[in-house]
């Protein structure tokens, strides 16, 4: 059954998206951090961020399953509560990690904000719901531009009942073999396929920007699809992505703003 997804904000396609939000360690601002969250609002660029479950049900962002690559703690954040998480502090900064709801009250609907579910599975299989629970709930007294998508299809379908209203899309990208352990061949070819698109309603897709020319890309960008990509690290991989790409999510440097 093909689910009806709710488009993009028309800001989703018009201002670059700050991968991580707008983060610079050398100015103290990690990724996902609130400081590099309030700078991409100041300079007005669109956010993606990506959020992990905890051990008591709720959501932070908060990009990798381990602790040790952005702070001093050691172990997986799924096996803290929310509030230890919020008492640890990120590497080369000031901050601590932050739960979705105080980021969305930093946001406050000033930009796009467009949230990665993270796979809580590592083979990209049903979930147990916890976290797209988590961000429905907080999701739902939002009222700014905001969307969701995963690498998982099995978390945007859950997302498509928990939050029909926001819009939804897969993360997608070449899936070659021995980049995506511990993904068996077959599920690789399977997600390569992108053959869950009008499964789980959604209206966008987010891929990897080395494979943009894929045919199956053109195909869903003909079918209506919105094509944002990832990761763009320069001006010429933006003037590359866009020969295809609707928008660009970048990092490393300052994307051109719609004049």
Same mark, same amino acid.
């Given at each position: 059954?093909?689910?009806?997804?709710?488009?993009?904000?028309?800001?989703?396609?018009?201002?670059?998206?700050?991968?991580r939000?707008?983060?610079?360690?050398?100015?103290?601002?990690? %990724?996902?951090?609130?400081?590099?969250?309030?700078?991409?609002?100041?300079?007005?660029? &669109?956010?993606?961020?990506?959020?992990?479950?905890?051990?008591?049900?709720q959501?932070v962002?908060?990009?990798?399953? $381990? =602790?040790?690559?952005?702070?001093?703690?050691?172990?997986?954040?799924?096996?803290?509560?929310?509030?230890?998480?919020?008492?640890? &502090?990120?590497?080369?900064?000031?901050?601590?990690?932050?739960?979705?709801?105080?980021?969305?009250?930093?946001?406050?609907?000033?930009?796009?904000?467009?949230?990665?579910?993270? !796979?809580?599975?590592?083979? =990209? #299989?049903?979930?147990?719901?916890?976290?797209?629970?988590?961000?429905?709930?907080?999701?739902? +007294?939002?009222?700014?531009?905001?969307?969701?998508?995963?690498?998982?299809?099995? #978390?945007?379908?859950?997302?498509?009942h928990?939050?029909?209203? @926001?819009?939804?899309?897969?993360? *997608?990208?070449?899936?070659?073999?021995?980049? $995506?352990?511990?993904? +068996?061949?077959?599920?690789?070819?399977?997600?390569?396929? @992108?053959?869950?698109?009008?499964?789980?309603?959604?209206?966008?897709? +987010?891929? %990897?920007?080395?494979?943009?020319?894929?045919?199956?890309? #053109?195909?869903?960008?003909a079918?209506?699809?919105?094509?944002?990509? $990832?990761?763009?690290? +320069?001006?010429?991989?933006?003037?590359?992505?866009?020969?295809?790409? !609707?928008n660009? *999510?970048?990092?490393?440097?300052?994307?051109?703003?719609?004049?």
């Amino acid at each position: 059954m093909r689910l009806n997804g709710k488009a993009l904000a028309a800001d989703f396609l018009r201002l670059p998206l700050a991968h991580r939000a707008l983060h610079d360690r050398a100015q103290r601002r990690p %990724e996902n951090s609130p400081a590099a969250i309030k700078a991409a609002v100041a300079a007005g660029y &669109g956010i993606e961020i990506d959020v992990q479950g905890t051990a008591d049900g709720q959501a932070v962002v908060f990009h990798d399953e $381990w =602790m040790e690559r952005l702070t001093e703690a050691t172990g997986f954040v799924k096996d803290y509560t929310a509030a230890a998480l919020g008492r640890i &502090g990120l590497r080369d900064s000031d901050d601590c990690i932050p739960t979705l709801p105080q980021v969305l009250d930093m946001v406050a609907g000033r930009v796009p904000l467009l949230i990665e579910i993270k !796979d809580q599975t590592d083979r =990209m #299989a049903e979930t147990d719901g916890r976290l797209e629970q988590a961000v429905a709930d907080a999701l739902a +007294s939002y009222t700014g531009p905001v969307a969701v998508m995963s690498f998982n299809p099995h #978390a945007i379908a859950n997302m498509a009942h928990l939050a029909p209203a @926001i819009p939804r899309g897969l993360t *997608t990208a070449a899936y070659d073999h021995a980049g $995506w352990a511990p993904l +068996s061949p077959d599920r690789c070819d399977e997600l390569r396929r @992108i053959a869950d698109y009008d499964r789980v309603g959604a209206c966008f897709i +987010s891929h %990897e920007a080395a494979d943009l020319t894929r045919p199956r890309v #053109a195909a869903l960008k003909a079918k209506g699809a919105a094509i944002l990509c $990832w990761t763009i690290r +320069s001006e010429k991989a933006e003037a590359l992505a866009r020969q295809v790409a !609707d928008n660009v *999510t970048f990092e490393g440097y300052l994307a051109a703003q719609p004049s």
